[in-house]
Structures are given as C-alpha cells and as structure tokens.
T-cell receptor
Framework: IAGITQAPTSQILAAGRRMTLRCTQD?????MYWYRQDLGLGLRLIHY???????GKGEVPDGYSVSRANTDDFPLTLASAVPSQTSVYFC?????????????FGEGSRLTVL | GQNIDQPTEMTATEGAIVQINCTYQ??????LFWYQQHAGEAPTFLSY??LDGLEEKGRFSSFLSRSKGYSYLLLKELQMKDSASYLC??????????WGAGTKLIIKP
C-alpha cells in the first residue's frame, strides 16, 4: 500500500522555469492538500481540493496553481519559479471534509530555486 | 490574527517524562491535533482533542482546555526514537488547520 506518492523527491530549479510537483494517492480520499514547510514556520496551506473537480486557495496561493481532474491525482504547478519558493512541499489527503484534521502526508518534495 | 505557540526546542532524558505545551488563538475551534515529524520525513498523526480533558494513547497523552486555549502533549517512558518535532495544529471555524512551528524534542541517553 503506497498511500501518498510525491515526485520528484528533490529538485534544483532555475528561477523563471516552470515546475510541476506530482502527487498521487491510492486511498480513495476525497480531500487533498498542498503545504509548504519552511524552517521556523508552521506548515502553510497553498491549495486544497475537497473533492475531485474542485479546488480552493489556502493561505499562500500566489505563484502556484493546482488541478484535480480525478480522485487520485493532485499536481501542484509553479508557473515561473522564484527563489522564495525554495521550500519542502508536502502533499496530504484526508478521508473527507468532515475529517480534515487527520491528514496523511506524502514524503515531501524538496525544491530549491536558484 | 490566528496564532499557535509552542516551544522551539526541548531536551529530555531517555526513560523520563516530557510535556510539550501549545497555546492557541484562533477564529473558532473545531479540534486540536498533534503530529510527530522525524527529521527529513513526513508528519504523522498522533492525537486529536475536541473536548476538554485528557486523551491517552499508550505512552502518549494529549490534554485540552478550550477555555484557556491550551493543550499539552505528554510523552512517558521516553525512547531515543521519540526524538522528533511535534506539531500542534488547530482547526478553525472554516475547518482549516492552523499549524504551530513545531517543537524539536531532543532525547539524551
């Protein structure tokens, strides 16, 4: 059982380049989330999706976009990367909106923008 | 604004007991959560409190006082593998999780 799979695990990217972080879950969870984690700060929500076909903005959505074409996949795209987007990105899922507190996380994608 | 406060770092001895505190100010309250995160790994769910009182789960217990905006995570019989960061999170009135910066727990032999 894989749970949540993120790719790539790590990436170094030149500023201005486009980058998509992939996230796939096999638990049939309705809700999915993208967080970024920076030293000294709590996890910050970028975008979320309560169910396939819907997405919403979190606390720090600028510079990022998401799509939710089906239940399993929730890719995060940086249209034109900037150094301030250097971070560890975690994808997470929960059974549904009613259970949004118990999240299952992927192993993270470490992104460095130069 | 919304705020979650927890100590940045704590040190404890193997076999001992440690209490990690969390205070919060949020727009509404729909539950408080504790997560464990080992270095370089993903956070994993530990506990959930929505009513006042103590929830016990093996060596770990979590306490909540909603009137005081306060919670703690109690770890007993500490083991070296408990060395990790412990994240406190509160679900606000919009069912969004607000996260603290985490407490790094260092266990010494």
């Amino acid at each position: 059982i894989a749970g949540i799979t993120q790719a790539p695990t790590s990436q170094i990217l030149a500023a201005g380049r486009r980058m998509t972080l992939r996230c796939t879950q096999d638990m049939r969870h309705n809700a999915m989330y993208w967080y970024r984690q920076d030293l000294g700060l709590g996890l910050r929500l970028i975008h979320y999706s309560n169910t396939a076909g819907t997405t919403g903005k979190g606390e720090v959505p600028d510079g990022y976009s998401v799509s939710r074409a089906n239940t399993d996949d929730f890719p995060l795209t940086l249209a034109s990367a900037v150094p301030s987007q250097t971070s560890v990105y975690f994808c997470a899922s929960s059974i549904g909106v009613e259970n949004t507190g118990e999240l299952f996380f992927g192993e993270g994608s470490r992104l460095t923008v130069l | 604004g919304q705020n979650i406060d927890q100590p940045t770092e704590m040190t404890a001895t193997e076999g001992a007991i440690v209490q990690i505190n969390c205070t919060y100010q949020t727009s509404g309250f729909n539950g408080l959560f504790w997560y464990q995160q080992h270095a370089g790994e993903a956070p994993t769910f530990l506990s959930y409190n929505v009513l006042d009182g103590l929830e016990e789960k093996g060596r770990f217990s979590s306490f909540l006082s909603r009137s005081k905006g306060y919670s703690y995570l109690l770890l007993k019989e500490l083991q070296m593998k408990d060395s990790a960061s412990y994240l406190c999170a509160v679900m606000d009135s919009n069912y969004q999780l607000i996260w603290g910066a985490g407490t790094k727990l260092i266990i010494k032999p």
